[in-house]
């Protein structure tokens, strides 16, 4: 039997701030997540405009800037190819390009079942195959023949979707459907199905549709700060069908874009008394396990001590 690999904590591979996107404010890089939303909520648009984004290297809804340029590979289970066709033409056209110029691969075979093995070997495949930098599944119902409410069953197309991701270093996304009648609840809460799917994403969008018929954009991360209100609209501009951003007020988020263990830093650094976990992690607005694991990393690195249950910056 062979031990399981491990390096020091202070040997694994730190990233460069201009490195830790994909898409800058909207997409980490190689994360995986959910474009969410109601039925008619553009989410199949919003994750077409992802692809030309990241094929063509321009910003993404024209707002976001594209950090990573490369391949896409991109699966639409409900459209038909003239459909994808037109759609990624007219977000080209939106954003100043020529469709033939984008790198942007459309799988074809009318199924494909991330709960059939067969099926999960030809994708491992493909994507070994273009090595895209971009993933692009949509929508997750058509997916499989599970119960969405069952975790067993949704847990291991996630599983094998984050191997995926792991083993050739790309970004997927996941389309998904949230429940109809679930505008009271928090928008990653609102998606169908089991809680794994929001618990499963490093970067999450959510798409809402007003009482005024506005859409409204959410921006999830695991390690980043949050936006929420950005306002969308579908136009159409002289056959350019496409997203475009009806205000830009909402896109800077409360908080400045750190990682998890560079806010709970900047928050004792502000603080005049030691402060407990519950203090920090109210003010940070992250998981009680994330503040948890940058507290022990700041111990372990010297930087905070931990004195009677609270936590203290040390002077440098």
């Known amino acids: 039997m062979t031990a399981l690999p491990v390096r020091l904590a202070h040997e694994l591979e730190a990233r460069p701030e201009e490195q830790r996107w994909l898409i800058e404010g909207l997409w980490s890089a190689e994360a995986v997540g959910i474009v969410g939303g109601e039925p008619k909520c553009c989410k199949s648009f919003l994750a077409l405009d992802m692809a030309v984004a990241v094929a063509s290297g321009t910003p993404c809804l024209r707002r976001f800037p594209t950090v990573q340029r490369g391949r896409v590979l991109l699966f639409a289970a409900e459209d038909s190819a003239c459909v994808v066709r037109q759609r990624l033409a007219g977000i080209a056209a939106a954003a100043g390009i020529a469709l033939e110029a984008l790198d942007i691969h459309v799988i074809v075979a009318p199924v494909v079942r991330l709960d059939v ?19 692009v599944l949509d929508p997750f119902v058509r997916l499989h023949r599970i119960d969405e409410n069952v975790s067993a069953e949704v847990a291991p197309l996630l599983d094998f979707l984050r191997g995926l991701q792991r083993r050739h270093q790309l970004a997927v996304v996941l389309v998904h459907h ?31 549709r007003n009482a005024d018929d506005e ?10 700060a949050c936006a929420s209100g950005l306002r969308l609209a579908l136009s159409d501009d002289c056959d350019a069908l496409a997203l475009r951003v009806v205000d830009t007020a909402a896109v800077t988020p409360t908080t400045p874009l750190l990682l998890p263990v560079e806010r709970v830093e900047r928050i004792l650094a502000e603080a005049s008394t030691p402060m407990t976990q519950r203090q920090i992690r109210d003010l940070a607005k992250i998981r009680a396990a994330t503040v948890g694991d940058a507290l022990t990393a700041l111990v372990t690195d010297g930087r905070v001590t931990r004195e009677a249950g609270r936590y203290r910056l040390l002077s440098r």
Request: charged share 20%; glycine share 6%.
């Open 117 to 135: 093995q067969l099926d999960q070997q030809r994708l491992e495949q493909t994507v070994s195959s273009l090595r895209p930098v971009l993933l």
């Open 178 to 208: 949230a429940r109809k009648g679930a505008a009271h609840l928090r928008a990653g809460q609102a998606l169908r199905g089991s809680s794994e799917l929001h618990a499963w994403g490093d970067s999450n969008l959510y798409l809402r």
């Open 215 to 224: 859409l409204s954009l959410t921006v999830e991360h695991r390690a980043a």
